[in-house]
DNA sequence: TAGATTGTTAATCGATTAACAATC
DNA sequence: TAGATTGTTAATCGATTAACAATC
């Protein structure tokens, strides 16, 4: 179904198009423009129209797109309708505001545990599933069949734990540590999410509007 | 000192030089060239070279770069010397994640306030940062010029804090809901973060790869 | 049918990579 | 000095935008 060759930059505006035609379906609106859902995208007709014509023709030619339809595409094409096995890897701040928060089942996972070296809280559960002893995570993955981890430690745990998992087959990963996980395993896939460089980077354009209002002054 | 037109493909480089950077500082290397450092980049000598040159000549021709120079640069162009003053809305697992976890001050920020509206939780801190009532938070970010906000709250909830932050001269953002901060104020700088977004982006991979070794088979 | 809007090709724009003279 | 490596210009590559024939 999926083409091969699409690029980066239409991967990352699918999420952005499946959360529009969300909306768009709740609203009982039922038929959209390329123009118009461009205009809710903030992008433009003709790229709309390339991105959605990467993965087939969807629209109807005088008419537009069927909302409900091209929704179902986007969560086909991005996979949603799959339950990947995931465990979530460290349930401090971090970890527990994933697990509490994200709607897993919605965005392809199920998560089918959590894992902590914190005895005290080996037991409790979120969103009713169990935080379990790290001690047990290869294990567990083995014999659980877990496909991906959701990696919330600090960096100086990373290295040894995404081994503990390979080992134990699971080869793809969210990964909120600064550990180059790619750099000792290239075969898998991974998301990183580095939070510090985001702020980083609005530091930076907070800067670079203070300074534009000092030139002009 | 910042040229104008950095295009956001260097921008969103620049912490990573940082990153990198401070990684040699520690390990006591001072010099690097264009080339190691876009071997630890997993980048080109090329591209390493012309970043740098947007904001100046760092290099020494036939040495290579100073780590500790090029980094303190970086910082300067960064803007992390600075500490604009910040406040953390929504103390829930997110919001406390970020409180908890990121070094602000390091980043060019100071958290001077958190605010939420569970009663319970009210002048307790995190990380010596008082958590105080939603109630108040016009005021407080008048009387203490607070320039920043970090937006940890449920989307239905950010639209009217976005309007009073906003009233009360707070502009930048770092916006962890979907409410579209530009469409309202095309004047405040934000920086988004979409947790959902990245976690379809990694089902799409995951997905592509799944679906390519069926092909092979 | 006429108007609207797609799918798709061509043109433009921007970012990355390559090349090389300048120079430490 | 010779070797190394930068700064910078030119070439390539990829992504976005524009245009328009096809067609519902």
Redesign the interface.
């Known amino acids: ?2 083409k091969e060759n699409i690029s980066k930059s239409v ?2 505006r ?3 198009y ?2 529009f035609l969300t909306e768009l379906e709740e609203q009982d609106i039922d038929k959209i423009s390329s123009g118009k859902l461009a205009a809710i995208m903030r992008s433009t007709a003709s790229q709309v129209r390339q991105d959605l014509n990467c993965f087939g023709g969807f629209g109807h030619q005088g008419y537009g797109y069927s909302v409900p339809a091209l929704r179902d595409e986007i969560a086909k ?4 309708n ?1 339950r ?1 096995k995931a465990i979530l890897v460290g349930a ?3 970890g ?3 697990a ?5 089942d919605m ?3 199920q998560l089918v545990g959590i894992f902590d070296n914190n005895k005290e809280i080996l037991g409790a559960h979120i969103n009713r599933v169990e935080i379990m002893d790290s001690e047990n995570i290869g294990q567990f993955c083995r014999d659980n069949g877990v ?2 981890a959701f990696l919330c430690i600090p960096r100086s745990a990373a290295k040894q734990t995404v081994k503990t998992l390979y080992d134990a087959g699971v080869t ?1 990963f ?1 990964n909120f540590t ?1 550990y180059y996980i790619q750099g000792d395993y290239p075969e898998a ?1 991974v ?1 990183n ?17 203070e ?2 209002y000092d030139e002009n002054e």
């Open positions: 179904m999926n991967i990352r699918l999420p952005r499946y959360r094409i991005l996979g949603l799959k990947y401090g701040h971090i527990t505001a994933i509490a928060h994200l709607r897993f965005m392809g996972f496909q991906a793809r969210w600064h896939v998301e999410v580095h939070l510090s460089d985001m702020l980083m980077t609005l530091c930076y354009r907070i800067n670079e509007v300074n534009s």
